[in-house]
T-cell receptor, first 112, second 111 residues
Framework: DAGVIQSPRHEVTEMGQEVTLRCKPISGHDYLFWYRQTMMRGLELLIYFNNNVPIDDSGMPEDRFSAKMPNASFSTLKIQPSEPRDSAVYFC??????????FGDGTRLSIL | QKEVEQNSGPLSVPEGAIASLNCTYSDRGSQSFFWYRQYSGKSPELIMSIYSNGDKEDGRFTAQLNKASQYVSLLIRDSQPSDSATYLCAVRGTGFQKLVFGTGTRLLVSP
């Protein structure tokens, strides 16, 4: 079975540019989570969706960040405008019911 | 107080020894507990889940849960160099789907 699929794997862009990260959850999973991981702050939950509806976005750092889930098989996380402090690894994870979350391979984002 | 606390390590053990990783949590209503392993540059990988008090064994791994003490641990028997990684403890509360992660314990197994 295919796991959680994220793209791109690596992104390097200049400050001020728009960045779009993409995620395809495991088929049949009704929860989708976006995380950010840095050495300083560890793994932080940014936002999560249930049945394509955002449930908790309290972890989104500021208005420059936005996330959408237009259908059950696709979600995006956008940063506009990007800043160097946004450099991190961004993970997407999915789950269903009370089952554990499964993570994608992540997107390593570098903002110059 | 952090919601989920782990010693950052590194915890160094020789090959073949038992590695003991510990985690405490603050929310008494927490119901589900998970251990993830993360190799450097890779994503977290689920290795154990536990939902009730006591021990749960899977191969060389044993998860232990004590809700009264708000404590969960992971034992790795016959540690191998390939077990060297960061181990993340994650806790899920009642009625919530989101996980709260500890900062992880780095384990080093020397040959």
């Amino acid at each position: 079975d295919a796991g959680v699929i994220q793209s791109p794997r690596h992104e390097v862009t200049e400050m001020g540019q728009e960045v779009t990260l993409r995620c395809k959850p495991i088929s049949g999973h009704d929860y989708l989570f976006w995380y950010r991981q840095t050495m300083m702050r560890g793994l932080e939950l940014l936002i999560y969706f249930n049945n394509n509806v955002p449930i908790d976005d309290s972890g989104m750092p500021e208005d420059r960040f936005s996330a959408k889930m237009p259908n059950a098989s696709f979600s995006t996380l956008k940063i506009q405008p990007s800043e160097p402090r946004d450099s991190a690894v961004y993970f997407c994870a999915s789950s269903t019911g009370n089952q554990p979350q499964h993570f994608g391979d992540g997107t390593r984002l570098s903002i110059l | 107080q952090k919601e989920v606390e782990q010693n950052s390590g590194p915890l160094s053990v020789p090959e073949g020894a038992i590695a003991s990783l510990n985690c405490t949590y603050s929310d008494r209503g927490s119901q589900s507990f998970f251990w993830y392993r993360q190799y450097s540059g890779k994503s977290p990988e689920l290795i154990m889940s536990i939902y009730s008090n006591g021990d749960k064994e899977d191969g060389r791994f044993t998860a232990q849960l004590n809700k009264a003490s708000q404590y969960v641990s992971l034992l790795i028997r016959d540690s191998q160099p390939s077990d060297s990684a960061t181990y993340l403890c994650a806790v899920r509360g009642t009625g919530f789907q989101k996980l709260v992660f500890g900062t992880g314990t780095r384990l080093l197994v020397s040959p």
